[in-house]
């Protein structure tokens, strides 16, 4: 339902030529992390991130609700794809984003994403797409192993 609800919204923002989505089946590849938020069962927002073999992670497929926006639920899928792909190596974080969607840049330039090149194979030439990157610390998150 929120891929569905996300889909909508960026075919109405953008024309095909400038969406770069995933599909449902591309969320299911073993480099993939998708996260949903849920309150009392209901999933309110999600986001994903993509390892690009080993050399960054790319954040995909964020959304929130618009009833829930403000919440800073956003922030906080941003921040645990952040935890875990720093617990996966990952020291560079990327993301393809529009210009369509003040929202969405707003909350990665407060959480300390930065604008960059263009990488991957985007189109270099899409006045609609914004690039974005941000460099994680050099040492991984990792939980203390369970004492059983």
Known sequence: MLIEQLDGYLT???????????????LK????????AR?????????AFVDHQGEY???????VLPEHRGQKI????????ERR???AGLAL???????LQPEALKLYEQAGYHRCDPFGSYS??????VFMEKWLEDNPVRPAPEIV
């Open 93 to 99: 974080i990327k993301i393809e984003t529009g210009i």
């Open 39 to 47: 309150l009392d069962g209901k999933a309110l927002g999600c986001g």
């Open 29 to 36: 590849h073993p480099n993939v992390i998708f996260l949903t």
């Open 85 to 87: 792909a720093q617990y």
């Open 57 to 63: 992670a790319e954040i995909k497929r964020m959304f």
């Open 12 to 26: 109405k923002l953008y024309p095909a030529e400038s969406n770069y989505l995933l599909s449902i089946d591309d």
């Open 74 to 81: 956003g922030l906080q899928i941003l921040k645990e794809l």
């Open 124 to 129: 270099r030439d899409d006045p609609l797409i």
